[in-house]
């Protein structure tokens, strides 16, 4: 899978989404808001009549502490503009389809600090090459 992240970590990063960085899983304590991290939620091997695809599920958490979840909204907004339908470049395999299937806003009180927190999860069918 480190093709798969190393593909989304390059477009996401390239678009102007409005996030500091992208991280893989947990985000270092000197982190800046606004952040996001992605993680491998599920990676399940599948197969069709002759083809084998990985099915995954991805999900990108943005993390703002703003007072309003106007920029989390915003940031969301060009995240899924460019990730929606996205046929991903990936080393390897063959990106059959990236669909958006969750999204999920919450605010997390954090020591004292209010966060928001901006889930999207994506459904991702790769063919290995």
Same mark, same amino acid.
């Given at each position: 899978? %480190? ?9 996401? %990063?390239?678009?102007?989404? =409005? $996030? ?13 808001? @606004?952040? +996001? &991290? ?6 399940? @091997?599948?197969? =069709?009549?002759?083809e084998r ?20 909204? #915003? $940031?969301?907004?060009?995240?899924? +503009?460019?990730? #929606? /339908?996205?046929?991903?470049? &990936? ?6 389809? /990236?669909?958006?299937?969750? =999204? ?6 954090? #020591? =004292?600090t209010l ?15």
């Amino acid at each position: 899978m %480190k093709e798969l992240f190393k593909a989304l970590y390059t477009q996401v %990063k390239a678009a102007n989404t =409005g $996030i500091t960085d992208l991280y893989l899983s947990v985000a270092p304590p000197s982190a800046v808001f @606004p952040y +996001a &991290i992605m993680q491998l939620v599920s990676d399940v @091997p599948d197969w =069709g009549f002759v083809e084998r695809y990985e099915n995954i599920l991805l999900q990108l958490n943005v993390y703002s502490a703003d007072s309003t979840a106007e920029s989390v909204c #915003d $940031i969301f907004k060009a995240i899924t +503009a460019e990730l #929606d /339908f996205l046929d991903l470049p &990936i080393d390897n395999y063959d990106s059959i389809s /990236f669909v958006r299937e969750n =999204g999920f806003l919450n605010r997390w009180n954090v #020591d =004292g600090t209010l966060i928001w927190d901006y889930m999207i999860q994506y459904r991702i069918l790769l063919q290995t090459k």
